[in-house]
């Protein structure tokens, strides 16, 4: 089936701080994955994608790599800012899943100056 | 990208009574829109499955009497949250679908007192 496990939160980090938060994902066939981003009391905004094995999606100084070989997706940022505080889900789809998204529980990141 | 309006941002409603959240695709015909509930601190669980003309495909132990859902035209879904109860209360947010991305409405948060 499809799945998607992700790290547990919640993160608190000094401004300046690198992040990383951990994505990992089941699926059948080839999926595409995603991290969605979610300011308090609004909905979900893409943050960056990636379509293929190898891929890497960037955005914002985000960034993360398919790794098909580990099944893996991780959100990188090399020095986040207060204004990154928020949570952050990944997901995937596939043409197999049709228009179904599976979310990760989410990982909520406070950044403190 | 799809740009999706959801109407209300937020609303408080007395128990009893029956609240109508709106879910607009501005720029794009969507056939289908995905109706989602996210409870605080929680993952986003997916309600039903609203289609352009037909009946809403409900998830598993979703009611469908309870959460009306209704497709009328190609730009347009609303959920109906029937006789609310303070355990009804939740942020709801709608999704739909274009090349193989999601895009999410704001998000309504719905308070029953």
């Known amino acids: 089936g499809n799945s998607v496990t992700q790290m547990e939160g919640p993160v608190t980090l000094s401004e300046e701080a690198f992040l990383t938060i951990n994505c990992t994902y089941t699926?059948?066939?080839?999926?595409?994955l995603f991290w969605y981003v979610q300011y308090p009391g609004e909905g979900l905004q893409l943050l960056l994608k990636?379509?293929?094995?190898?891929d890497k999606g960037s955005n914002k100084g985000f960034e993360a790599t398919y790794r098909k070989e580990t099944t893996s997706f991780h959100l990188e940022k090399g020095s986040v800012q207060v204004s990154d505080s928020a949570v952050y889900f990944c997901?995937?789809?596939?043409?197999?899943?049709?228009?179904?998204?599976?979310f990760g529980t989410g990982t909520s990141l406070t950044v403190i100056p | 990208g799809a740009v999706v309006s959801q109407h209300p941002s937020w609303v408080i409603c007395k128990s009893g009574t029956s609240v109508k959240i709106e879910c607009r695709s501005l720029?794009?015909?969507?056939?289908?829109m995905f109706w989602y509930r996210q409870f605080p601190k929680q993952s986003l669980m997916l309600m039903a499955t609203?289609?352009?003309?037909?009946?809403?495909?409900?998830e598993q132990g979703v009611e469908k009497d309870k959460f009306l859902i209704n497709h009328a035209s190609l730009t347009l879904s609303t959920l109906t949250v029937t006789s609310a109860h303070p355990e009804d209360s939740s942020f709801y947010i709608c999704?739909?679908?274009?090349?193989?991305?999601?895009?999410f409405g704001q998000g309504t948060r719905l308070t029953v007192v």
């Open positions: 609203s289609n352009e003309g037909s009946k809403a495909t409900y």
């Open positions: 990636a379509t293929k094995a190898d």
């Open positions: 999704r739909v679908y274009q090349n193989t991305e999601a895009f």
């Open positions: 720029d794009f015909q969507a056939t289908t």
């Open positions: 997901a995937l789809t596939s043409r197999n899943t049709g228009n179904q998204f599976y």
């Open positions: 699926a059948t066939g080839y999926p595409s």
